[in-house]
């Protein structure tokens, strides 16, 4: 029997982007794994438990748990909610539920890296084009998807491995990996702040002539989307998933 894979999709995703979700479903399904979206899907609880909003996180924790314990596999288009599931659920979940619920918990490049497997994957949409990649703080030091660039240490990424296996796509690198300034209410709360923090991040791509760049978090495109926007700066922004499925569209 195939295992089975629960579709989680974030609010954010839900509300903006749903085509990064549906993508993410077709990857999965192409990998031979049958997936389930269960419902009713609500916020994984990180603005509350970011904010030391306990009791509340407590009990959007406790809904995931009920919703997608079961499941063989957890996946979502997000480093930042799977990481909020996966490690600040500790101590809101009783212990033995959190230590059989985390091991299940992927953002998608991890869990085509790891549990598929690179030899294994199947990507059939060709992209010829140099793409800039953005790796959110989630996925560097929570997820440890990449070692961040400025280490002295040999480059990896797991995001990288996986976008690599596309054909024809020339990844771009930036200059450092640094925050793009968004911290969910750290923007809000240091707009200024947070709105420079993007910009350096986006002229980090521009200096190197990038007019795309992917991540895995949707929440950080957004952010640097917007200014880009705002300051009329010609670059767009698109989730892997996007990229892996054949769903960016350059009409």
């Not at 438990?49 to 996946?75: K, M, P």
Request: proline share 6%.
């Amino acid at each position: 029997m195939r295992p089975t894979v629960a579709l989680f999709v974030p609010c954010y995703v839900d509300d903006f982007y749903p085509q990064a979700a549906l993508a993410t479903l077709e990857i999965l399904e192409a990998q031979g794994f049958r997936v389930e979206y269960p419902q009713p899907q609500r916020c994984c609880g990180q603005p509350f438990i970011n904010n030391g909003l306990l009791d509340e996180g407590r009990t959007f924790a406790e809904a995931f748990a009920d919703l997608f314990e079961n499941y063989d596999y957890v996946v979502a288009p997000s480093s930042s909610c799977i990481g909020t599931a996966k490690y600040r659920y500790e101590g809101l979940l009783e212990p033995e539920r959190h230590r059989k619920l985390a091991p299940k918990l992927y953002e998608l490049c991890e869990f085509l890296h790891d549990v598929v497997g690179l030899e294994r994957l199947r990507l059939e949409h060709p992209f010829p084009h140099r793409v800039g990649l953005h790796n959110s703080c989630h996925a560097l030091r929570e997820l440890e998807l990449a070692r961040p660039s400025e280490l002295m240490i040999p480059h990896f990424s797991k995001i990288e491995a996986v976008l690599s296996r596309v054909e024809g796509i020339e990844i771009i690198h930036p200059e450092r990996d640094e925050c793009c300034g968004f911290g969910g209410t750290f923007s809000v709360q240091e707009s200024a702040v947070s709105a420079a923090m993007g910009r350096d991040r986006i002229a980090d791509h521009r200096r190197q002539g990038v007019e795309m760049m992917a991540g895995v978090d949707l929440s950080c495109l957004m952010h640097m989307e917007g200014l880009a926007r705002r300051d009329g700066t010609p670059m767009r922004f698109v989730h892997v998933a996007q990229i892996l499925a054949g769903h960016v569209d350059f009409e």
